[in-house]
């Protein structure tokens, strides 16, 4: 059985150009959709587990960051991605602030949304370059392995780290990680500490950019 997806978007034209580009590049997959965010938290809490959320930031009942904050509070374990048509800077750090693991700007073209589509569908992160060019602070060890993907032990990461690194990604907080490891809370500081070395960066919001530039993919 292939993956199933949540695409949580008010506008039939972009939830069937999303289903279209999801059907191509897997058969099998499922695709599910919500038209606001009170649908699509009936849909997480009464369906099978969903695989990847498509969120927009423009719903019926929720505007701006409200309605990914209020998914990722009732959600946290649920991996988001974010589709929508505000291509600020600020805006995109900010979802990545609240666990969102890729951001697609719908002012992309179509031949660039169906990329990022792809890369986050193949389990890579995907960051619109306006976001990329805005946090200069980071110093990654890795940049020598930018534009390529890249399996997170090829950092040096150890399996167990490479999978902290994984749900970190994600948006889930150490508590969260602990409970899918089974570690305790400590063990897990201290893999997050080596991922973030690893990467060069300081925290985690800056880990999805790094993630995005040197095109991390998780084998499955």
Known sequence: ?????LVVDDHPLVQRAISETLGELE???????????????VALRDTAPVDLVLFDLT????????GLMALRQRHPDCPVAVISA???APMILRCLDLGAFGYIPKTLSNDQIHGALRLIASGCVYVPPQALATDQP????????????????SLGLTERQSDVLKLLLRGLPNK??????????????????????????????????????IGLRFPD
């Open 1 to 5: 059985m292939g993956r199933q997806y």
């Open 27 to 41: 058969s099998d997959c499922t695709i599910r959709f919500a038209g606001k965010l009170s649908e699509a938290l």
């Open 59 to 66: 719903l019926p009942d929720a505007a701006g960051v409200e």
């Open 86 to 88: 505000d291509a600020d």
């Open 138 to 153: 980071i110093r990654m060890r890795a940049e020598g392995l930018s534009g390529k993907t890249t399996d997170p032990r």
């Open 176 to 213: 969260l990680i602990c409970r899918h490891l089974a570690l305790a809370e400590g063990t897990v500081k201290v893999h997050v500490s080596a991922v973030l070395r690893a990467l060069g960066v300081r925290n985690r919001t800056q880990a999805v950019i790094a993630a995005s530039r």
